[in-house]
Nanobody, 124 residues
Framework: QVQLGESGGGLVQAEGSLRLSCLAS????????MGWFRQAPGKEREFVAA????????IYSDSVKGRFTISRDNAKNSLYLQMNSLRPDDTAVYYC?????????????????WGQGTQVTVSS
């Protein structure tokens, strides 16, 4: 069984930065694409970014492109999300996700395992 644990969330002012981390345990995930989703209050969970198993192919939602960077360290079984130029509408719970089916986790329906989430709050 895979466990995903996110960290790095918190309260930050607009235009600030945060770096989220996701540590996987229970199984080596170096062979699978991984991603980040977020869910704001009253809204559906939405895709943020995903990265290939090798780490050389990232994709982003239009809302975060140019501001967020996804990366991974397979030796550490870890996934990261560097978030810069944060805006109040980035406020949400951020979830780490992995797809063990081989499909890019660019939609919630493609996700096999979820982390418990970490809160990011951006004040104006």
């Amino acid at each position: 069984q895979v466990q995903l644990g996110e960290s790095g969330g918190g309260l930050v002012q607009a235009e600030g930065s945060l770096r989220l981390s996701c540590l996987a345990s229970g199984r080596t995930l170096s062979g699978y694409p991984m991603g980040w989703f977020r869910q704001a209050p009253g809204k559906e969970r939405e895709f943020v970014a995903a990265i290939s198993a090798s780490g050389n192919l990232p994709i982003y939602s239009d809302s975060v492109k140019g501001r967020f960077t996804i990366s991974r360290d397979n030796a550490k079984n870890s996934l990261y999300l560097q978030m810069n130029s944060l805006r109040p509408d980035d406020t949400a719970v951020y979830y780490c996700a992995v797809s063990t089916t081989g499909r890019f986790p660019a939609a919630a329906s493609r996700v096999t395992y979820w982390g418990q989430g970490t809160q990011v709050t951006v004040s104006s």
